[in-house]
């Protein structure tokens, strides 16, 4: 039989994916480089008490669609449903904007591990590289440093820091194809290539499936191997003209004054 | 402490950001944080070529496109639209922070919280807020050959920013090259810490009055120059 | 140990392979050894479709070349110039071993000098030759999920190849599933090594009298099928 | 100014490298992969007791040029000029034919420190990611774990593999530009990839320098910030017709029989 990692629904892509799991989320924290329809169907599915691994928590729709996205969802679809138990992430709050996340957090509804960006990539690689762990400079004499086992090595301090793994991981390329094969879009690469094979599942959601051999071999950034589901975002999105909150509102205000998003 | 000293001029963000810019130097690989770092980006001295890192994945980009343009596909850290230039490249995560911890910017320009006598940073929580966020500031920090941090000389409350030893959560020890704020400049050495620049008006004597460590006055010190 | 069974039948190499090829299954990804594991790849099993990994970056090819034809720049792991197909993908070699180490690969054949009882592996030095090569056979070995090793049954001086303990440098230990012989296929188990399948014209008792520990004859032993 | 990496001359761009300097070479054995023409000026030069990193420690110029190659050395062309004091690599010697390396490794002239290949990879992106050390599961319970840490980690046991850093990484890439971003071809990735950055000083050899902006930003597989200087091959290079060595003929003829290079 041909290999055929392409799915057709997005709740079919999700199907198995069971109260407890631990998923990973691709992207950096923008909507673009987020699977933002994986994310949905993940909360149409109601998965509770789930540890999620990401950059950021989430922003929410509205902040997105204030910018003119139409796929607007990212983390906080899971958070604001309340099917999040534990974030391991590099950045749980934002500095302009309290997100629900945030929220949460501050009422003890959800828990939070957080591991510096650098890091967080590492100890993702580790687990798809199958690395027992890795010493990293980052951290050393901060609070990141609490439990964690210290070594010099010629001469400088190092922080053991164990490989990340999940359950899933759900990321979002540009285009695939039946191999898995995956090519994204300038920056939108991020967690997303990282994650891909990081996770017993890796779940792709691109822009756009091509037939198998339309890749060019060269520039290919995933390796089918990482990849076990891959499904296309429909074409034609309905209008989401859900209000906009004010809270988001003011965040843009003050993103603009900042000059950051 | 004191706020006697709250009508005297200050540099503005747009400043401080130029003063920054001063320090890039022909070649250099740098990478800017969100805030008055990221604006250091529009004085790169004339005639001089650097190459900047975003960690979300990118080594070479041009301009900010005002907000709601550009592609979103294609963005700084701070998530802002930015433009491709000739030499961009694309890199995903693990490669990003590969040149972040492994030693190859020349430059990390961040904001601060406080700065010690020995170069700790701290600039991850603001103590009152309780909860911060690390994000790349740790392995910027520990990372990059020469760590300059931009920010305000004293707090809201007229507080020292440079202190003998940081009061809030470190970023990270030891790691602090230079520091530009709105009234001086200040080089971190084994020896301690080195006021080279003062902004106009103000005294080596009053500098000295809002920072905790005792400065060790360069033989060459003299007012910022822009 | 004596050389009765000189004139006997066995499998040749290409036999050989086309047995190895049979746990091909469908989408597997498959790295392929120098010697008669890389000859299985002419011998995947009709309506199956698997993707070959070659450790100097590559996933996906098709034919092996007749030697001077070909791109130079595209080789297997054997230096054989090998065909694009729909779907090859290219990487660098950390890439390529983060594949092979992180258990990514189904499977992984190998040549093989001894194979023990508990699926301990030996195939990078011959003790007469004093110097080897381990290569990439360590990372295969330990990395790969399924581990088979296709090699002749005893040596040149009639010794058994399949023993209760290595006697030559490991490759790794615990590692071997599946052994593929001249003579018979062994699965390596938890509860010992089950013979599966033997050649034409062998007994069971003349394939133990040739291995050294004590084998399982699996209840639905048979000649070996191709 | 602008910055240029490009260099004009082989023996100006090897001119640095100092007597017992610890040089990568890039590469995975092919010599269509090698920087061959970084290696001979090197040779030229005659640094002496030098420590090379590689995959393999060359095969002679007369079997790539029994293949039809036109830049045909390989790092023999340090070794049997003696140029070479210790080779860290994963495969010293060959099955097909005795090198030279393998004649001064016997004769006792050189030493060999040997690394499985995806642990020699792993240890020199180590040093390029500014990791203090990694755990591997690769050589447990082999003569590669001697003098090595073993851990414990969720129940397997790894080795404790350090970095390898090094003064200069010799590379071969395709295409280069004045920032040093690299694009490949096909195979040839290999170590060249690897190396670049992982050393003090990279230098890369290319097939062709193009301008600025010339390189696809999505295809760039190394970018620039881990190249210090980029050196085009000459578009012309004169018939080596030095005979061939019946050593080279007789290993052509095993290697046939053999079907492996």
């Known amino acids: ?261 | 402490m004191s706020d006697k000293f709250k009508d005297k001029f200050r540099l503005d963000r747009q400043t401080m950001a130029l003063r920054v810019a001063k320090e890039f130097q022909d070649g250099d690989y740098v990478n800017l944080g969100i805030g008055i770092p990221v604006l250091a980006s529009n004085y790169v001295p004339a005639g001089r070529e650097v190459v900047f890192h975003s960690e979300n994945g990118v080594l070479g980009f041009g301009q900010v496109h005002t907000a709601g343009e550009g592609d979103p596909d294609f963005v700084n850290a701070g998530g802002q639209a930015v433009t491709i230039i000739p030499g961009t490249c694309f890199f995903d995560h693990h490669e990003s922070f590969s040149i972040v911890r492994g030693r190859h910017l020349d430059i990390s320009v961040m904001g601060g919280l406080q700065v010690s006598e020995k170069g700790d940073l701290a600039n991850w929580l603001v103590p009152e807020r309780q909860i911060g966020t690390i994000g790349g500031a740790m392995d910027l920090a520990v990372g990059a050959r020469k760590l300059i941090i931009a920010m305000n000389h004293v707090t809201k409350d007229n507080q020292p920013r440079i202190v003998k030893k940081c009061s809030y959560e470190l970023t990270a020890v030891e790691c602090v090259k230079l520091v530009v704020t709105d009234i001086a400049v200040i080089e971190v050495t084994k020896k301690g810490m080195v006021l080279k620049e003062i902004a106009p008006t103000w005294t080596l004597e009053e500098v000295q009055e809002l920072t905790e460590p005792k400065l060790i006055v360069a033989p060459d010190c003299k007012e910022i120059e822009l």
């Open chain 1, 1 to 261: 039989m041909p290999i055929n990692k392409i799915v057709a629904g997005f709740d079919e892509a999700v199907a198995d994916i069971p109260d407890g799991a631990t998923i990973m989320i691709g992207g950096f924290g923008t909507v673009a480089s987020t699977p933002t329809c994986l994310l949905e169907a993940l909360a149409r599915k109601g998965v509770k008490n789930i540890t999620t691994v990401s950059n950021t928590t989430g922003f929410g729709s509205d902040v997105w669609r204030l910018l003119g996205y139409k796929f607007s969802e990212d983390m906080d679809v899971l958070v604001r449903n309340g099917l999040v138990k534990k974030a391991i992430v590099a950045a749980p709050v934002s500095t302009v904007y309290q997100n629900n996340f945030e929220k949460l957090l501050r009422a003890g509804k959800v828990e939070a591990e957080m591991v510096p960006q650098g890091t967080l990539a590492e100890r993702i690689r580790a687990a798809k590289a199958g690395l027992g762990g890795v010493y990293v400079p980052t951290g050393v004499g901060t609070i990141v440093e609490k439990g964690k086992e210290k070594k010099v090595i010629n001469g400088k301090t190092y922080l053991l820091e164990l490989p990340i793994t999940a359950d899933f991981a759900l990321i979002k390329a540009h285009k695939g194809d039946r191999w898995g094969n995956l090519v994204y879009r300038r920056t939108s690469r991020t967690f997303n290539a990282t994650m891909a094979g990081a996770a017993k599942v890796t779940i792709a959601e691109v822009d756009e499936i091509v037939e198998l051999g339309q890749l060019d071999p060269e520039t290919v950034v995933t390796p089918g191997i990482y990849v076990d589901r891959v499904i296309a975002r429909p074409k034609d999105v309905k209008v989401d003209d859900r209000p906009i909150s004010q809270e988001a509102l003011d965040s843009q205000a003050k993103t603009k004054a900042r000059g950051s998003a």
